[in-house]
């Protein structure tokens, strides 16, 4: 390779360091019924999609085949963790389909949707006070930070 190949690279790699972080392009999240006792996914039952963007911190998530006219909470939290965070939360229409908007910073680790009334809500992080895991949705993978 020739010297000024090797150098233009340099610059080349020296202007993306100083042109700040890259944002990772918007990203899909699919969340799952699972069988509470081998954590298998269940093809056949309710499930969700969380689409978000981490540079605007916006999100979307839709779900279906939930139990209808049903209080729901999308949840994160941090692997490790005993707490987490209500990112959002809503009801499902009478055919249990939900659908939730809204903006989030803190695109890592878990993300489950649950029964609003297994939370209970608290400024140091909200704690499931209750395990229904057979009305939930669980994330089909952990967000890893730059890894997703």
């Known amino acids: ?18 042109s700040g972080p890259v944002y990772a392009a918007p990203q899909v999240l699919h969340l799952l019924s699972k069988d509470p006792h081998t954590w298998v996914a269940l093809p056949s039952g ?3 999609t969380l689409n978000f963007d981490p540079q605007t911190n916006s999100f979307t998530f839709s779900a ?3 139990a209808g006219t049903t209080a729901f909470a999308l949840v994160q ?6 707490r987490g965070r ?17 903006q989030w910073h803190s695109w890592q680790g878990k993300f489950w949707l649950v029964l609003t009334h297994d939370i209970r809500r608290a400024a140091e ?3 499931l006070i209750s395990w229904h895991p057979q009305a939930y949705l669980f994330e089909e993978r952990v967000l890893m930070e730059g890894k997703n």
Not at 2 to 16: D, E, I, N, V, Y
Request: hydrophobic content about 40%.
């Open 1 to 18: 390779m020739s010297q000024r190949f090797l150098r233009g690279l340099g610059a080349a790699g020296l202007l993306l360091a100083l």
């Open 46 to 48: 309710p499930f969700g």
């Open 64 to 66: 279906e085949r939930l």
């Open 77 to 82: 939290h941090q692997v490790g963790e005993k």
């Open 86 to 102: 209500i990112i959002t939360d809503g009801i499902s229409d009478e055919k249990g389909v939900l659908t939730l908007a809204g």
């Open 125 to 127: 992080g909200d704690r």
